[in-house]
């Protein structure tokens, strides 16, 4: 079942009612990538396992009230560990305006208006001296440059969380960073978590 194997990835209980509002931010997300090209998930099979699963792994590994997701493309994985996550508080930073419109239509539509929001902006330039229990990057620059990216709005005692390909876990060993490996099934690439603890 789905929900079986959500759970599992996200290595806890989740909201009973998560699938049926992963289907619900799913439609609207291949609905506006037709005009908007948002991501370059087309079918929902695919964008299942690429967004929705691939967003799971980081839950055991969030920790404190609120998170930043920079970079967030069209809302990954911020909108998914918003909804995975219930007592979360989501910031989603993201430089271009048709996503951020996206952002703004989905958190409307999952009625996440109360945690969760989007902030058009670039790391370095927006949110300043606002901190972060949690801070993830998804595929936004290399290791160093991430954590460059995400150091200024960690607080302290704080986890920058980078999911990466299995290739990227020497670069994180040497880094000193602690590599959390996952796979998303039978079948699926290995890959791992690079985690900074500040």
Same mark, same amino acid.
């Given at each position: 079942m789905p929900g079986d194997l959500a759970a599992k990835i996200a290595g806890r209980a989740l909201p009973q009612e998560l699938l049926i509002a992963w289907e619900r931010l799913c439609a609207d997300l291949?609905?506006?990538?037709?005009?908007?090209?948002?991501?370059?998930?087309?079918d929902p099979e695919?964008?299942?396992?690429?967004?929705?699963?691939?967003?799971?792994p980081l839950?055991?590994?969030i920790q404190g009230p609120n998170l930043l997701d920079i970079g967030s493309g069209a809302g990954f994985p911020g909108l998914v560990?918003?909804?995975?996550?219930?007592?979360?508080?989501?910031?989603?930073?993201?430089?271009?305006?048709?996503r951020v419109s996206f952002h703004k239509q989905a958190i409307r539509a999952l009625e996440l208006g109360d945690r969760v929001r989007t902030v058009m902006g670039r790391a370095g330039e927006a949110l300043g001296g606002e901190?972060?229990?949690?801070v993830t990057l998804r595929a936004v620059t290399d290791i160093p440059g991430s954590l460059a990216l995400a150091e200024p709005?960690?607080?302290? &005692? &704080?986890?920058?969380?980078?999911?990466? &390909?299995?290739?990227?876990?020497?670069?994180?060993?040497?880094? &000193?960073l602690e590599v959390a490996p996952y796979s998303l099934?039978?079948?699926?690439?290995?890959r791992i978590i690079a985690i900074f603890r500040g």
């Open positions: 291949l609905r506006w990538n037709r005009a908007h090209n948002l991501t370059g998930h087309h695919a964008a299942y396992v690429d967004l929705f699963l691939d967003s799971l839950v055991p590994h560990l918003a909804l995975a996550l219930p007592e979360l508080a989501v910031t989603l930073l993201e430089p271009r305006a048709k901190r972060f229990a949690t709005y960690l607080a302290p &005692g &704080g986890a920058v969380l980078l999911p990466r &390909g299995a290739k990227d876990a020497d670069q994180a060993r040497d880094l &000193g099934g039978p079948g699926t690439s290995q």
